[in-house]
């Protein structure tokens, strides 16, 4: 809704150029949606604040990081969209990381029409986490619970990279689960879009028995 669209894009504070660039990507996604099904069709009517918001809301927890990496990138939430927001920052990149080549696709001719920095990884997490590029931030939104996405994350996590993972109403479950496996130091914030939901920040990640 043009209301939804303008509030989003008022509380990020983004540029007339990087709110055009935002309204391409929300034009590709309800495009590709029609073939693709890259995100639940009842979330089309919300798109921007179920979906641009979600995501530029973690800019807020890392505002000065440039290097990122995004795990199951899926319809680009949230790393490409990161990507398009950040455009206009000196060095800013994110590397998307997905193993389903037609959502692969989309993220590639995607980031192709809006510039945005992303660089598209069609592969598995395992089999692609240790080869790529240091980054700053590494982040997943409704990928898998907090004790696989240790382990997914666990050789960036371990040296320095923070982790921002988006949670719903289960996540104090999930820490407590996470924890039997792992030690690690986070916060909790509330999300801007969801009153249930919090943004999980890992860092000095290491196992239990090590």
Known sequence: MPADRDRVLADARVSRETA??????????????????LVGPATLQEVWTRHVADALQLLTLAPEATRWLDLGAGAGIPGLILAIAGRDRAGFSVDLVESNARKCAFLTETARVTGAPARVHNARIEDVITTLPPVEIV???????LDQLLAWT??????????????????????????????????????????????VRVTDLSRVDS
């Open 20 to 37: 055009a660039k935002l309204d391409l990507y929300v034009e590709q996604l309800r495009r590709w949606q029609r073939v693709k099904n």
């Open 139 to 145: 982040c997943a939104r409704a990928l898998a619970n």
């Open 154 to 199: 666990e050789p960036v996590l371990k040296t320095g990279t923070t982790g921002l993972f988006p949670k719903g109403r289960d996540v104090e479950t999930e820490l407590t689960q996470a924890a039997q496996r792992w030690r690690f130091v986070y916060d909790l914030h509330p999300s801007r879009t969801d009153s249930a939901a919090r943004i």
